[in-house]
Each structure stands twice: as structure tokens, then as C-alpha cells.
Nanobody, 123 residues
Framework: QVQLVESGGGLVQPGGSLRLSCAAS????????MGWYRQAPGKQRELVAT???????NYADSVKGRFTISRDNAKNTVYLQMNSLKPEDTAVYYC?????????????????WGQGTQVTVSF
């Protein structure tokens, strides 16, 4: 099993910044892609940004130029730097990781989610 623990959410005024972190621990052989998703009240969960094991990134159009995803493979941690925040960025942000684990069955990849962290952008 693998656990993802997010931190860094909170209340910020429009135009402000926040940095989210997500640390993975447990039965980890290798973490492949990592990403951030968000879910606003009454809406479906949507992709915010992803990063592969290297430096290839992908962003939702709504956050391009404002958010930056990065990772530290040595720490099994992914970050999301959020700048120029807008009220429409308000949501619960979830970390996701595709993790290769070793078990009696061999090497297999499983998808894990964090518990979510609330980001509220408001005056």
C-alpha cells in the first residue's frame, strides 16, 4: 500500500499564491506519473496538471501560465505552485500518483489518491 499526504492548502485573496505539496510513502518501487486534480462544489473532478518521471508536464488551459507542477523524485514528492489565484480556482485539490509496487505477483502499477486539501480564493 502507498499513502499520499497533501499539505499547503488554505484561504488566500485573489491574486495571491499558494504552494501545495504531496508526499508519497509506503511500498514504492518507483513513482511514474504524478499529478494534481481539483473538484469544486457541484462539479466533476478535473485535471489541473501532471508531470512524468522526468520533466514533461501537462496543464489545464485554465491554469497555464499561473500554476507550475514539479517533483522531487528523491523525496517522492510532487508540488504545485499556484500564482495569480482566482476565485474560480476554489476547490478541493487532490494529488494522484501512478506507483510501481513489488509484490508476490511481481511488479505492478497502481493508481493512488490523496485525501484532498481545500483551497479557497476569496476576499
Amino acid at each position: 500500500q502507498v499513502q499520499l499526504v497533501e499539505s499547503g492548502g488554505g484561504l488566500v485573496q485573489p491574486g495571491g499564491s499558494l504552494r501545495l505539496s504531496c508526499a508519497a510513502s509506503g511500498n514504492i518501487f518507483r513513482i511514474n506519473a504524478m499529478g494534481w486534480y481539483r473538484q469544486a462544489p457541484g462539479k466533476q473532478r478535473e485535471l489541473v496538471a501532471t508531470i512524468n518521471r522526468g520533466t514533461r508536464t501537462n496543464y489545464a488551459d485554465s491554469v497555464k501560465g499561473r500554476f507550475t507542477i514539479s517533483r522531487d523524485n528523491a523525496k517522492n514528492t510532487v508540488y504545485l505552485q499556484m500564482n495569480s489565484l482566482k476565485p474560480e480556482d476554489t476547490a478541493v485539490y487532490y494529488c494522484n500518483a501512478a506507483v510501481s509496487e513489488i509484490s508476490e505477483m511481481g511488479l505492478a502499477e497502481h493508481d493512488y489518491w490523496g485525501q484532498g486539501t481545500q483551497v479557497t480564493v476569496s476576499f
